[in-house]
């Protein structure tokens, strides 16, 4: 795969490096520059705009051309035939499962939905208002002192149980973070129902009422599970990546990973364009708030993306999704519904949005689906979290099996105070 082709550095002080060029399966090429600190010189570029941080066979992008592939598949084709857990499956295993093995692997997640009783008890530790999201990184991190039976991270084997106790626990305690918000008693998992039928029944069946689900709602659940599932090395997974660079548990890199994805430039950005949408109130105002975007006052949250300067194919799928949704609830002429959708048109067509190739991303549509699904506006992240889980799992499973990876350690232009000497208190 890699090829002989080189890039040349020529520095101004004469010293010339080569540097070899590396060519992936798809995607842009890559400047191998691990040798540059050998010459005691460092690159710059503090969001990584420019930067490739690792090997990976996970997921491709195409950020121009609007392509989402996870091991191959398009997401489009994965949003429309398959399932959250087969995908699952799909990117942590590198193929998708035939039947006995699709069965196989949802039976042991299923099986394994219930987390241990006390972590009940733990949940009463936070306040009732806590943020789901605060609940979600602190239970989530907790989950290394409940399952500390397989943490060596050396074991393929015990990776592969802490994956599958993740990937089947997240949903019930995000379930739960709801319930303690919401002052409900939490439901136990029920093993009769998918994956994402499983969810909105902990978060919306009681004790008291027998629990009916809509078909059309699961599926919208799953499709917005699937199409959050992966995203190659955005904030929270590098930081998943980062975290487990230094051997840390995958239950604590995981932990982490929610904590990344927490702000409103990554997954909050449901949460802010449920906000925004709430915020501007009446389509009247749409001009107004429009002006204001490009007046650099705020940013039209749930648009843009780093990568996709094209239409986001998840966002494509999940306005769909969101159309069906709507139309099954007959909300379609709901005032935050219309709001929405003329808001889209403006920005679709306004040449500021053109111009800075500022699309709807997933989490435009994603929140107005589940505003619909009756999902809290706090819920949201939540919701994201539990579909990403499968893609930090597996990034981070990757890297791990690697076996010569080493802790991720980057390095900075130092601009601060150079050498000064102490001076005491008193003279200061
Ligand atoms: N509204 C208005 N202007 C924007 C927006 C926006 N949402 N996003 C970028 N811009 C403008 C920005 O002002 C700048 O303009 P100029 O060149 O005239 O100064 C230009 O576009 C480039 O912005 P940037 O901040 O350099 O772009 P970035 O690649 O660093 O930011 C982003 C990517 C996603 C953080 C940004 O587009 C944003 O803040 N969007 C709103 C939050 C959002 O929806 N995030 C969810 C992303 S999808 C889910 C996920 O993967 O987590």
């Not at 709801?178 to 136990?188: E, Q, R």
């Not at 009769?192 to 689900?213: G, H, I, R, W």
């Not at 799992?393 to 232009?413: F, T, V």
Request: glycine share 8%; charged share 20%; proline share 4%.
């Amino acid at each position: 795969m890699d090829n002989k082709r080189v890039a040349t550095l020529t520095l101004d002080d004469g010293r010339s490096v080569e540097f070899p060029i590396l060519s992936g399966t798809l995607g842009s090429d890559v400047i191998d520059i691990k040798n540059l600190a050998k010459l005691g010189l460092f690159t710059y570029d503090p969001a990584f705009f420019s930067t490739a941080s690792c090997t990976s066979t996970i997921t491709f992008i195409d950020g121009d051309a609007g392509l989402l592939y996870y091991r191959g598949y398009p997401i489009e084709q994965l949003a429309e035939h398959s399932d959250f857990l087969d995908v699952s499956y799909l990117l942590w295993n590198g193929e998708l499962p035939d039947a006995a093995q699709s069965a196989k692997f949802k039976d042991t997640v299923t099986h394994h939905t219930m987390v241990h009783e006390q972590i009940a008890r733990f949940f009463s530790g936070f306040r009732r208002d806590a943020h789901p999201m605060a609940v979600m990184v602190g239970v989530g991190g907790a989950l290394s002192a409940f399952y500390h039976d397989s943490l060596d991270i050396n074991d393929a084997e015990h990776r592969r149980i802490s994956a599958m106790r993740m990937l089947a626990k997240v949903p019930t305690i995000a379930a739960m973070a709801h319930k303690y918000y919401t002052g409900a008693p939490f439901m136990y998992p029920k093993n009769k129902f998918s994956y994402a039928e499983n969810l909105l029944y902990m978060m919306f069946a009681t004790p008291t009422e027998e629990y009916q689900s809509n078909p059309v709602l699961v599926r919208a659940l799953d499709r917005i599970l699937i199409l959050h599932a992966d995203h190659e090395q955005n904030a929270s997974t590098s930081t998943v990546r980062l975290a487990g660079s230094s051997g840390a548990n995958p239950f604590a890199c995981i932990a982490s990973g929610i904590a990344a994805l927490w702000g409103p430039a990554h997954g909050g950005a449901n949460e802010a364009a449920l906000k925004m949408l709430e915020e501007v109130g009446d389509i009247s105002r749409v001009p107004e708030y429009v002006q204001g975007v490009k007046d650099k006052k705020y940013r039209l949250m749930g648009f843009g993306h780093r990568v996709y300067k094209n239409m986001d194919p998840r966002a494509s799928v999940m306005r769909q999704t969101c159309h069906e949704v709507l139309k099954e609830l007959k909300l379609e002429n709901s005032k935050l519904f219309e709001l929405a959708m003329e808001l889209e048109r403006v920005a679709l067509s306004d040449p500021y949005f053109i111009d800075h190739k500022l699309y709807p991303n997933v989490d435009f549509y994603s929140g107005i689906v589940l505003r619909a699904l009756g999902i809290p506006t706090n819920m949201f992240t939540v919701i994201f979290a539990v579909a990403r889980t499968v893609g930090w799992i597996s990034q981070w499973n990757e890297m791990i099996a690697e076996g010569d990876h080493k802790i991720g350690r980057p390095r900075q232009l130092y601009r601060g105070a150079t050498k000064r000497d102490f001076v005491p208190v008193g003279s200061r």
